[in-house]
């Protein structure tokens, strides 16, 4: 029983070491950001605000214009996701319910290209977007977006198809339906949780691509959240209140889809299938 | 099971066996976006490498034989950085590995409150580089940061440390910041394999009256072989490849002392406009990933089964 009770007040010490390294950075920046530039810079640290104040928040989302980074990145985030749900029902359920010639060989192929590192890829698709105009443009980064996002999604879709009883699909063409009747009024319908975890993972995945965006980029008017946070890093005179309260808005979105994909992470996914 | 349902539907859609047109079908936007955005770029890559290119410069331009290797391979840059992925990548692996291990193993255990801390401890996955880059920006900052503040307060430092401009501690700064963010994905993996272990095992062990200790060395251990590798390599990769958080940190600075081979190559695209030197630095690291995956998979005997599928 002595044994026992020490055993949990390690576990206890560790745990709690463990979430204050976790908390400790976001803690800082809330408090980071609730305090006047004056504040900030003094040279004894408070840990708290003296007078805690949201001018920092009003300030990055007029002035610095996260209003209209938050609003861009949503725009290309979505309209990728969308695309990479679509891709992934498609090929989640070719690969869940048919057997083909080259299934192993794409299947290494969409396992493989997750490997391709964004550096090197970053100089041959600015020349191929150059050429079709497409550099500074949102549609240049969907398209980075979706091909860099797909494939995790679609081996993590085939898994919720495997899911979906077959037999199902055989009431319905019993019913009358053909094969795509069957699929969207059967299938569908049963897939949305999965979805649902499909769309927020890349939806994560899309919301903090950064190096394509910084890349393709070139008018402040389009930036998205990370280009935005990190241009405002490197300007003279750097505002730290406003960028703690950038940093704050950018996570709302990770943090919410988080909350909601947590219970997923470790029970629904096999080991090796959760992207870093 | 799977595949008497897949036989019942094919002899049920179809009537009899045939070669199904609909699987190309539904695979073919995939593998138009793969070929168009990923492969037919890369290939070009290594054309790019043989060639003087810069778009700023473009009077330049054009072939020049063995040269950007030369560039390479004459000058310490190269070098430099592969010294600098080689720290960088070992210490990410090494210990988010272990510090992992641990977390995985303490959110393993039933107690009250566990879903929280999961939550908690779990949340760095899903931030971004650059985010994880601000945020450690205001701890680590030499005249107001916290950090300073901290270890003065506690007597273990007297004078300012310049945690992001001191070519003596940058990088680990810099790997303190990445391992904030990435020990989620190793303890996420590594607790996913331990919830499918067998849980008789345990029972058993703890009737003989086995030590913590040799649970774990006996027992978790070798059960968790195949994740820790699969996990690892993954990881080894990943962080080869990473680049965000460097770059968003201290850009590669200072003096170098920060610049990953990728953040090399990424740098020659974002701020040199060398095309020609950074596609050759691509070839060379992209041989260099696939030895080191080969020998890893190699000595480790993975993926002889079809552990992929």
Same mark, same amino acid.
């Given at each position: 029983m002595k044994e026992k009770k020490s055993a949990a007040l390690v576990r206890w010490i560790l745990v709690l070491i463990a979430s204050v390294f976790v908390m400790f950075p976001l803690y800082w920046a809330v408090n980071t950001s609730l305090k006047q530039q004056s504040e900030i810079l003094s040279k004894s640290v408070t840990y708290l605000p003296r007078i805690p104040v949201l001018s920092n928040f009003i300030d990055a989302w007029t002035n610095v214009g996260f209003d209209q980074y938050f609003f861009n990145s949503i725009k290309v985030s979505l309209l990728s996701v #969308?695309? #990479?749900? &679509?891709?992934?029902i &498609?090929?989640?359920?070719?690969?869940?319910r048919y057997k083909f010639k080259g299934k192993n060989i794409f299947l290494g192929l969409l396992l493989a290209i997750q490997f391709i590192p964004a550096a090197v890829m970053l100089i041959p698709l600015f020349n191929i977007f150059n050429g079709i105009h497409l550099i500074g443009?949102? &549609?240049?980064?969907?398209v980075v977006n979706v091909t860099f996002q797909f494939p995790f999604c679609c081996i993590l879709m085939r898994g919720f198809v495997d899911n979906v009883p077959v037999a199902l699909e055989e009431a319905a063409r019993i019913d009358g339906c053909n094969r795509f009747q069957g699929v969207l009024k059967v299938v569908l319908p049963m897939l949305v949780p999965g979805i649902v975890t499909v769309a927020a993972f890349a939806l994560i995945g899309c919301w903090n691509e950064f190096m394509f965006a910084l890349m393709f980029l070139n008018d402040p008017a389009k930036y998205t959240i990370p280009i935005g946070l990190n241009m405002m890093q490197g300007e003279y005179g750097v505002h730290y209140g406003a960028i703690a309260a950038g940093a704050i808005i950018s996570m709302s979105v990770p943090v919410v889809l988080f909350a909601?994909?947590?219970?997923?992470l470790v029970t629904g996914l096999s080991a090796g299938a959760v992207k870093g | 099971m799977q595949n008497a349902d897949e036989i019942a539907l094919h002899t049920l859609t179809t009537g009899r066996k045939r070669v199904a047109k609909t699987p190309y079908i539904l695979i073919f936007p995939a593998i138009v976006l793969i070929a168009g955005i990923m492969i037919y770029p890369l290939g070009t890559v290594f054309y790019l490498a043989f060639q003087n290119y810069n778009p700023t410069m473009p009077f330049a331009n054009g072939f020049c034989g063995l040269d950007n290797f030369k560039k390479i391979f004459t000058t310490n840059e190269f070098y430099e950085a592969l010294l600098v992925s080689a720290k960088?990548?070992? @210490?990410?692996?090494?210990?988010?590995?272990?510090?992992?291990?641990?977390?995985?193993? $303490? =959110?393993n255990q039933k107690f009250r409150g566990r879903g929280f801390f999961r939550a908690i401890i779990f949340a760095p996955w899903a931030m971004s580089g650059v985010l994880t880059a601000v945020l450690f920006s205001l701890i680590f900052n030499q005249n107001f940061g916290v950090l300073n503040d901290i270890l003065k307060k506690a007597g273990w430092i007297s004078q300012n440390i310049a945690w992001l401009a001191n070519t003596k501690v940058v990088l680990n700064s810099v790997i303190i910041a990445e391992l904030w963010k990435g020990i989620p994905f190793f303890a996420i993996s590594l607790l996913a394999a331990m919830q499918g272990f067998p849980q008789d095992i345990y029972e058993a062990a703890r009737v003989d009256g086995c030590s913590r200790v040799k649970v774990f060395r006996h027992i978790t251990l070798p059960l968790?072989?195949? /994740? *820790?590798?699969?996990? /690892? $390599? $993954?990881? /080894?990769?990943?962080?080869?490849n990473s680049v965000d958080l460097i770059y968003a940190l201290t850009g590669g600075g200072p003096v170098g002392k920060t610049t990953t =081979?990728?953040? $090399? *190559?990424?740098?020659?695209a974002l701020r040199t406009n060398n095309y020609g030197y950074g596609s050759a630095i691509s070839v060379i690291s992209f041989f260099l990933l @696939?030895?080191?995956?080969? *020998?890893? *998979?190699?000595? /480790?005997?993975?993926?002889?089964?079809?552990?992929l599928q």
């Open positions: #969308i695309f #990479i749900v &679509m891709l992934s &498609m090929v989640g359920y070719a690969l869940s443009t949102h &549609m240049s980064l969907i909601y994909l947590q219970k997923y | 960088w990548v070992v @210490a990410e692996v090494v210990l988010q590995l272990v510090l992992g291990m641990i977390v995985a193993l $303490l =959110l968790l072989k195949e /994740t *820790i590798i699969l996990t /690892t $390599l $993954l990881r /080894t990769i990943w962080e080869f =081979l990728s953040l $090399l *190559i990424a740098n020659q @696939a030895v080191v995956a080969v *020998i890893y *998979i190699g000595a /480790t005997g993975f993926g002889r089964e079809s552990d």
